[in-house]
């Protein structure tokens, strides 16, 4: 393999925490150096870059393939090109399949199937107890053999304390991390919405903030008694960030994640009961949108995932509250996080730091930098790049985007993993 320069690019440094001009020399598919401007790189095969970003690519946790049981929502293989297009390197998988990531063997047949046929990198989250169903923990050291990056049961919150310890206390004896939903089951269960006027204008089943800020507690409690690797999946309201802010500073091994939905839209876009802005939790009142974005900007939210969850139209097409819940987001990631940028809630090396580098970092993953030795995962755009959300063009099979008919800004050109062009617009 030739070595690759990328010259004329601004490169955005989530580790520096910097944006400047340079260029990235790439050998043997890692990175080996960053150049200043002019910098000659002999035998090298010259990628201009037109003066755009060049960024680590986005490592994204959190995302449903629907392989096994579901592939008319979503393969292995629509969810690469979709991330591919998206700027999306790296995406960590969630277990809530049919049937569930529970065990080795279907772990590895997960495994296998990824790297048959996605162009990115994938690895693979299983579940903390079987079937997802609370009352009995997974083979996790087996799991962890078999590739399993971290454990969780997804938006199945495990209602039994007694079995969340003990899964807690194993988890912490191998190394491993969880990931966890929290919200109180008992307030959460059925609701369509956040509770609340809006709520009750529109008639819609409410949950309070509060679900979210006890099932954090909870959470936390027993983090504090057993030691565990704690991740939070998505906070999303201002009430939980107290609580959080406590838990970090006592020291536990806490960090918390939110989805780009929950940063960029809040519960007024649900308008007239409009099922592509249903997710989980349902989106929140505009002001625990802004808590939540500057928790991301001063650290105290570690990182921005997708929550890309495919639904097809017939799952969507329903009244509001039996709608299912979650939106398509991978190739929506970059273009809706950068309206933040537009918007100078946070700059670039900020939003790189949540979307790239923490969730690299948090699950032990070498990508997510620019530093050298790092891989060559890179994500090539033009953050002023307009254009309008048509649906129907997302690679994913499922088209359920809150997005679409919308203006965004900002265009991914080129995607490469370990050096290699993924993608390229057309």
């Known amino acids: 393999m030739r070595d690759i320069l990328f010259s004329n690019a601004h490169l955005i440094d989530p580790e520096a925490g910097t944006v400047h001009q340079g260029q990235l020399l790439v050998r043997d598919g ?19 870059c037109g003066g ?12 449903k393939v629907c392989e096994p049981g579901e592939r008319h929502k979503e393969s292995f293989r629509s969810a690469g090109l979709a991330a591919a297009a998206g700027g999306v390197t790296t995406i960590v998988t969630r277990p809530d399949t049919s049937p569930a990531i529970d065990n080795p063997e279907t772990l590895e047949f997960v495994s296998r ?23 009995e923990m997974t083979e996790i050291g087996f799991l962890l053999d078999a590739g399993a990056v971290a454990f969780t049961d997804c938006d199945r919150v495990i209602e039994n304390t007694k079995v969340f310890t003990r ?20 307030l959460s269960r059925g609701a369509a919405a956040t509770s609340g006027k809006f709520a009750s204008l529109r008639g819609l089943a409410g949950v309070s903030p509060m679900a979210e800020r006890i099932g954090l507690d909870r959470d936390i409690g027993l983090v504090e008694m057993t030691g565990a690797r704690y991740h939070a999946d998505q906070i999303t309201t201002a009430r939980a960030l107290p609580a959080l802010e406590r838990a970090k500073g006592n020291g536990y091994d806490i960090t918390a994640g939110t989805s780009i939905h929950h940063l ?9 009961y409009r099922t592509f802005f249903k997710v989980k939790p349902p989106l929140r009142a505009e002001e625990d949108r802004v808590s939540t974005v500057d928790a991301v900007r001063n650290g105290l939210i570690d990182i921005i995932s997708s929550m890309h969850t495919p639904q097809d139209e017939e799952s969507k097409r329903l009244p509001f509250e039996e ?8 190739e929506t990631l970059l ?47 033009d953050p002023s790049a307009p254009f309008v959300m048509d649906r129907f063009k997302l690679q994913s099979k499922s088209k359920n985007t809150p997005f679409d008919g919308q203006r965004l800004q900002g265009r991914v050109l080129a995607t490469y993993v370990a050096g290699q062009e993924v993608y390229r617009k057309s």
Do not use: C, W
């Open 52 to 63: 755009r970003m060049l960024a680590p690519g986005i490592v994204d946790i959190g995302v």
């Open 30 to 48: 890692q990175i080996a150096a960053q150049l200043a401007p002019g910098d000659l790189a002999p035998e090298a095969e010259e990628v201009d």
């Open 264 to 272: 960029t839209l809040n519960e007024l876009d649900v308008a007239d």
């Open 167 to 186: 899964a807690l206390t194993y988890a912490r004896s191998l190394g491993a991390l969880v990931v966890a939903h929290p919200q109180e089951p008992g």
């Open 335 to 381: 273009p809706a996080a950068l309206r933040l940028y537009h918007a100078d809630s946070l700059d670039l090396a900020t939003l790189f730091r949540a979307i790239a580098l923490n969730p690299a970092r948090r699950l032990g993953l070498s990508g997510g930098r620019l530093s050298v030795g790092a891989p060559a995962d890179l994500v090539l755009f």
């Open 323 to 330: 709608a299912a819940s979650g939106a398509v987001a991978l």
């Open 113 to 135: 199937r990824a790297a048959e046929t996605a162009p990115v990198n994938v690895r693979t989250m299983a579940a903390l107890t079987k079937g997802r169903d609370g009352r």
